[in-house]
């Protein structure tokens, strides 16, 4: 036998011993262990065997191998070069390599092919679809609970989960407005709403300091027909000739101050707001069904 | 030259260095160069920002607070536009973060106001119930320090060529321009009358108090940096 074959031989021995001791009958070269176990381990006898055979063939034909076929013409410094076909598969893979070099280097290139930021566009192009197809008609209590869950994220920070402003850090949307933002409405005038109420509200339309408490409490306290002192420093301040009788408002003129409703609510978040309690910022980011929502879900607050 | 470089192995190492990276200076540089120019609306700190920014770094809001908006839409639903890197052109250095155990704090000058931040900064749970924040009690009465931040803004004019006392385009086509002191005392002077713009919005009378007599709590630095992030 052939020191070649025999050395392949042990190897083959050799390596098989070596996968016995690493995975042992665990790894299911005794039959136990899982399928994927013996997979493994059989991947690794053809693997050692195949080499083998591979390596003591070509030892093999070094060995005993003399040159032949046709020499080029070419010769430098005694050294020739038979002419040789190339192999058929590398020039395949050669030439395909060329045509595969073109394509990404003109179109494959990832920069060309992809962009974080189109990725972006793209899922907010793909949501904003969805949204507008799954939201195009809604029936109340849709819009309420969207409402509400807009409210949760954007406005519950400041308002407080339960919408009663957190003692007072932020407005109580279970009333329209309170006594203490009227009192500083009337002393101080309002211009919150520039681009529904371009004209804004000018201060001390009342002096008497006994009359503007009136005014706030009737106000706040939603326009009780009893309240007669109320209604007369609402008449003295003029204020009916522009928020109305019972303070619905008047169309770009001056807002609506008996309740809250939707187009009151998308009014503060267009402009944000500032008065006695803080500042509120506009919220521009939310879409036109978002904030229809969230006027659904706020004028429900006070309407309970 | 080949022969000469073949008989000096260091500039020969400097000239492998060079072709190795030769694609990436080309590629890297010039969109860096771009990327990272102000965008339009960014501009330089006024000295109380600047101030309530090392209240900030100080205090390492940035260990739990980044300032780096993902293009990602579940992040600019709630904290508004991706960052771009010309953003953060006059951030030294710049705040991104590493980690969020609170909310990114990029844009908060467009959601959250002065007396919000006055009432989060006392106390973080009773605006945020279940908020692990720690309440910073002591900035309602540490005093902010107006002159590094007035030299802060010196060097970088010097040094950068930060754009202070120029015109800068904004967004909606106006100019804004970042006035630079021309003396610490005139910085200090410019940075109160900031301060009582805010303070005219807060509660604290303390705070309230200090202000009215020229001097200026690390609150009003901060929530003045705080609501200069747009």
């Known amino acids: 036998m052939n020191k070649t074959v025999l050395a392949a031989i042990v190897v083959v021995i050799a390596m098989l011993g070596f996968t016995y001791v690493a995975v042992g009958s665990a790894g299911g070269m005794g039959g136990e262990g899982d399928w994927v176990n013996k997979l493994a381990v059989l991947g690794a006898v053809v693997l050692v065997i195949v080499t083998a055979f591979v390596v003591t063939k070509y030892v093999r034909q070094m060995q005993s191998d003399t040159a032949g076929g046709q020499l080029a013409d070419e010769n430098w410094d005694g050294i020739g070069e038979y002419k040789n076909e190339l192999p058929f598969g590398w020039a395949v893979i050669f030439l395909g390599s060329i045509v595969w070099a073109m394509w990404y280097f003109l179109a494959g290139y990832p920069v060309n092919a992809y962009s974080q930021i189109g990725e972006y566009n793209d899922e907010v192009k793909a949501h904003d679809t969805k949204f507008e197809a799954q939201f195009a008609k809604m029936d109340d209590a849709t819009l309420n609970a969207m409402g509400e869950s807009v409210f949760i994220v954007q406005c519950a920070p400041c308002h407080g989960l339960q919408a009663d402003g957190m003692d007072g850090k932020a407005a109580n949307l279970h009333e329209r407005i309170a006594e203490k933002s009227v009192k500083h409405i009337v002393m101080n005038g309002a211009n919150n709403f520039k681009t529904d109420y371009a004209g804004g509200m000018p201060p001390m339309l009342l002096q008497d300091p006994a009359q503007v408490d009136a005014v706030a409490k009737y106000v706040a306290s939603g326009f009780k027909a009893d309240d007669a002192a109320g209604k007369a420093a609402y008449a003295a301040g003029t204020c009916n000739t522009c928020h109305g009788e019972n303070g619905e408002g008047m169309p770009s003129v001056a807002p609506k101050i008996n309740g809250w409703e939707a187009g009151m609510v998308a009014t503060v978040l267009k402009d944000g707001k500032k008065g006695a309690i803080g500042a509120m910022p506009a919220f521009t980011n939310l879409t036109a069904v978002q904030t229809k929502a969230l006027g659904a879900y706020v004028s429900s607050l006070s309407k309970k | ?230």
């Open chain 2, 1 to 230: 030259m080949f022969h000469w470089l073949e008989k000096n192995p260091f500039f020969f190492a400097v000239a492998v260095f060079v072709v190795i990276a030769f694609a990436g200076l080309i590629e890297i540089l010039p969109n860096f160069a771009q990327a990272s120019r102000p965008v339009i609306g960014t501009k330089p700190y006024t000295t109380l920002e600047l101030a309530g920014r090392h209240v900030y770094i100080k205090n390492s809001c940035n260990a739990c607070h980044s300032q780096l908006v993902r293009p990602f839409k579940s992040e600019t639903d709630r904290y508004g536009h991706y960052s771009l890197s010309g953003e953060y052109a006059y951030d030294r250095p710049f705040l991104w973060g590493s980690k969020r155990t609170g909310p990114d704090l990029m844009r908060v000058g467009n959601y959250r106001t002065t007396d919000w931040h006055e009432n989060h900064m006392k106390d973080p749970a009773a605006v945020v119930p279940g908020s692990i924040m720690p309440a910073y009690g002591w900035m309602f009465k540490n005093k902010a320090d107006v002159d590094t931040a007035y030299a802060e803004q010196v060097t970088v004019n010097k040094v950068f060529k930060t754009p202070y006392n120029a015109e800068l385009p904004m967004a909606d086509g106006s100019k804004v321009k970042v006035a630079l002191a021309d003396s610490v005392e005139a910085a200090r002077a410019s940075a109160l009358e900031e301060a009582k713009v805010i303070a005219a919005d807060m509660k604290d009378q303390d705070v309230k108090d200090a202000v009215a007599k020229g001097e200026i709590p690390e609150i009003v630095a901060l929530i003045a940096y705080l609501n200069s992030l747009k």
